[in-house]
């Protein structure tokens, strides 16, 4: 599968908050960085940290709003996001490292 369609399925199943099917998309030994909450998020009980708290906390939906594959293992993504969260709206970018079809290294990032 290309990188595009996992990633395009990757937030397909963020937006519906299903936990054990998101972790399917991640490595076990998965690193999730979010530099605008200044956190390391660490393996699959990380990440699941992460997206219950920020995601399924927060009523997150994420759109696409610009995807560049940078190479077979390497893309870059720009989201909206809107939720329960006092801008209601703010941008955001992901950086993908992927190991055998699989999230390995995400950075996670608000734009202002």
Do not use: C, H
Not at 44 to 59: D, H, L, M, P, T
Not at 60 to 82: D, G, H, S
């Amino acid at each position: 599968m290309e990188l595009e369609e996992i990633i395009k399925d990757w937030i397909t199943v963020s937006n519906t908050y299903n936990t054990d099917k998101y972790l399917t998309f991640y490595t076990n030994n998965a690193v999730l960085d979010d530099v605008s909450v200044g956190k390391k998020f660490i393996g699959k009980n990380g990440v699941k940290e992460y997206f219950e708290s920020y995601f399924i906390g927060y009523k997150t939906q994420t759109k696409i709003v610009n995807l560049v594959q940078k190479n077979p293992n390497k893309a870059n993504l720009e989201v909206e996001f809107r939720g329960n969260f006092p801008e209601g709206i703010v941008r955001g970018s992901f950086d993908f490292i992927f190991k055998e079809g699989k999230i390995a290294f995400l950075t996670a990032d608000l734009i202002y």
